[in-house]
């Protein structure tokens, strides 16, 4: 860098090349990171309590369980080279029927994947079956298990299976999250990318 900014500026003195140096260093490293934010990887902090456990929010907003919200790394370039899948966590901007049917209204959500496009959904006394076989839910805790009974067309009348192109969503807080049971699937295109990794605090560090 140094020899590129002597052949560009000869007359500099010595420190002015370091200014410009440092200038230009401190450029790119933000630039670095700006590009590392805008496709790669994005931080989100956990705003409600809709995944407790798996991710706190922090108290005292209602069903909070800690002190401090958790932050997490979102993998925004995983999707562009395969489909999401059941079970994974994501981050996505909320359809616009979330405005006006979760508290708080739109923005963006972190939820989980419950089922793809082509399954079909059903909920019998707050237990999840996909295909008509029930999903072993461990991060789903006894406490925060509703006992709703739904299947898709109570939803969206007619409808028996996931559209193409289309996600449905659920807190791991079944009892406290506004998810796809109130407005909805998740379009495919308000996907921004996976859940991988909480950095946020030290002691809640883990992989997803």
Not at 21 to 40: M, P, Q
Not at 171 to 189: A, L, Y
Request: aromatic share 10%.
């Amino acid at each position: 860098m140094r020899r590129l900014l002597e052949r560009l500026f000869p007359n500099l003195s010595p420190l002015q090349r370091t200014i410009v140096d440092w200038v230009v260093t401190i450029a790119g490293a933000v630039l670095l990171v700006l590009a590392l934010k805008a496709w790669v990887v994005n931080p989100y902090k956990i705003p409600s309590s809709s995944m407790e456990p798996t991710f706190h929010c922090a108290r005292p907003a209602p069903g909070c369980q800690a002190s401090t919200s958790d932050r997490v790394l979102a993998d925004r370039l995983i999707y562009h080279f395969r489909s999401p899948k059941r079970g994974e966590i994501i981050v996505f901007h909320a359809p616009k029927m979330a405005e006006s049917a979760c508290p708080g209204g739109g923005g963006v959500f972190v939820k989980r994947i419950i089922a793809v496009p082509g399954d079909r959904w059903s909920e019998l006394n707050g237990y999840v079956y996909v295909n008509g076989k029930r999903l072993d839910e461990p991060y789903v805790k006894p406490d925060r298990r509703d006992h709703d009974t739904l299947e898709l067309s109570d939803i969206v009348p007619g409808l028996s299976r996931v559209p193409k192109g289309e996600y449905f969503v659920m807190g791991d807080n079944r009892d406290e999250s506004c998810d796809s049971r109130k407005w909805g699937f998740v379009p495919r295109k308000n996907i921004i990318g996976e859940v991988f990794f909480t950095y946020w605090p030290l002691s809640r560090i883990a992989t997803h």
